[in-house]
């Protein structure tokens, strides 16, 4: 798609095949009939201070199924339950990965009904290599899928799996291509017969929002995303002109949200600790709503925080994320802050309306102004705010609010009579 684009660009109808290559890209999302809109749900990265410390086992993630059921994250749409690497052992004679019996004694078919029957998706962890990224504190490495891509999606199938991440730890000894490793698992899943979501995760070093579309309906646009302001700025901005590149079927994916933290209890993982501030947490989940980005929460729900209740049961911001026509926002021009700091993002909506995002990732507050006609040839709008819950009302030609240091407002404006 980008050599396409590029060759595009050489013709004499630049603006119209650069916009027919751009709106035909979640057409050539793969075809699984999965993906809608953007995946949520909840993943085991970070919880009880054991950030990156894949621990998991099965009476917690019940624990987290019957938590979700009960105060409401699966009725707005949290359906995902998604283990990282943390659940898998070894392999026996016959080369089927086996998980780890001191963490799930029944196996994982007996989880995966468990969460079935409270309406949840399952999902796990894979990897591309020969050895996944960490041993989850055991004393012996944990096998990848490399030479068992069929064995394992089988395996994966007959479990009853509806989700697989594949990271990309341990390639480098045995060569491995991105595309042809992901192409391979994305056609051993389709060969189970089952439709079964595949989340690729290279860390956008083979920038897979060009190509990933045809095997994967998401994929990780760059590193891991920790709970600090400094990771999340820049997720926010790898991923500020990739919205072009979203849509139902395939979607690019910043990698968890931490919004409320993980509960720095000992004993705690300094690498991670203490997070992030509630105003950088209503940005991350803010942001990544208006990218169309998957919401996958990453810290624990069962210790809802305040601002985790404000935030992730939002349902007008999830609404903005979940919307049918499948678009990604971006940013579209910046307003006047030292160095064009203070950015404006935009996201179209199926009702044709507009969410905006006025985004301060300074230190400092500033005015941020947004010039409705010019962006927009919408010389008078109607505006909501989105965390306000409530109506700005008419607005003519210009608006312009203080938005807090590491901050951002948003709003849904409908272009007026």
């Known amino acids: 798609a980008k050599f396409a684009a590029k060759m595009c660009a050489t013709t004499n109808n630049n603006y119209f095949l650069l916009l027919l290559v751009f709106s035909t890209t979640s057409i050539l999302a793969k075809d699984n009939e999965l993906g809608l809109t953007p995946p949520m749900g909840w993943n085991t990265w970070c919880t009880l201070g054991k950030c990156g410390k894949d621990f998991c086992n099965d009476k917690e993630i019940m624990n987290i199924a019957d938590t979700m059921e009960s105060n409401g994250m699966r009725d707005l749409g949290y359906t995902y339950i998604n283990l990282d690497d943390c659940w898998a052992d070894y392999r026996d004679d016959n080369g089927n990965i086996v998980p780890d019996i001191s963490r ?7 989880v995966i009904k468990y969460l079935n029957k409270k309406g949840f998706r399952f999902g796990l962890y894979t990897d591309s290599g020969t050895r996944t990224c960490s041993n989850g504190g055991r004393n012996h490495s ?13 395996s994966y199938a007959s479990w009853g799996v509806e989700y697989v991440k594949m990271d990309w730890c341990n390639t480098k000894g045995v060569n491995l291509d991105p595309h042809v490793a992901y192409r391979n698992m994305s056609r051993a899943l389709e060969k189970t017969g089952k439709k079964i979501w595949l989340n690729s995760c290279e860390w956008g070093v083979m920038q897979p929002w060009y190509w990933m579309y045809q095997y994967a309906n998401s994929w ?23 919205g072009v590149y979203a849509g139902p079927g ?3 994916d910043p990698d968890f949200i931490y919004t409320g933290g993980q509960g720095c209890d000992p004993p705690v993982d300094f690498a991670h600790c203490p997070g992030q501030t509630d105003i950088e947490y209503r940005t991350e989940f803010s942001m990544w709503c208006l990218m169309a980005a998957p919401l996958i929460v990453a810290t624990d729900i069962r210790n809802l925080t305040d601002v985790m209740k404000k935030v992730l049961f939002n349902k007008e911001m999830i ?17 006047d802050c030292p160095n064009k700091a203070c950015q404006i993002w935009s996201k179209d909506l199926s009702d044709g309306g507009k969410a905006i995002g006025l985004y301060n990732p300074n230190d400092v507050s500033y005015y941020i102004y947004i010039d409705f006609d010019e ?11 989105l965390w306000k ?5 008419v607005v003519k030609n210009s608006f312009s609010v203080l938005v807090s240091g590491h901050g951002v407002e948003v709003y849904k404006i409908m272009k007026h009579k």
């Open 389 to 393: 819950l409530e109506d700005v009302g």
């Open 319 to 335: 609404a903005i994320n979940q919307d049918s026509l499948g678009k990604g926002g971006n940013r579209i021009g910046y307003s």
């Open 142 to 154: 944990i096998t990848g899928s490399y030479g068992h891509y069929e064995q394992d999606a089988a």
């Open 104 to 110: 799930f004694p029944n196996g994982m078919a007996s």
């Open 250 to 252: 395939g979607w690019n």
């Open 375 to 385: 962006h927009f040839n919408w010389p008078v709008v109607f505006m909501r705010d």
């Open 220 to 242: 990780r646009t760059g590193p891991d995303h920790h709970d600090n302001w400094d990771s999340t700025s820049n997720i926010i901005e790898i991923n500020a002109e990739l």
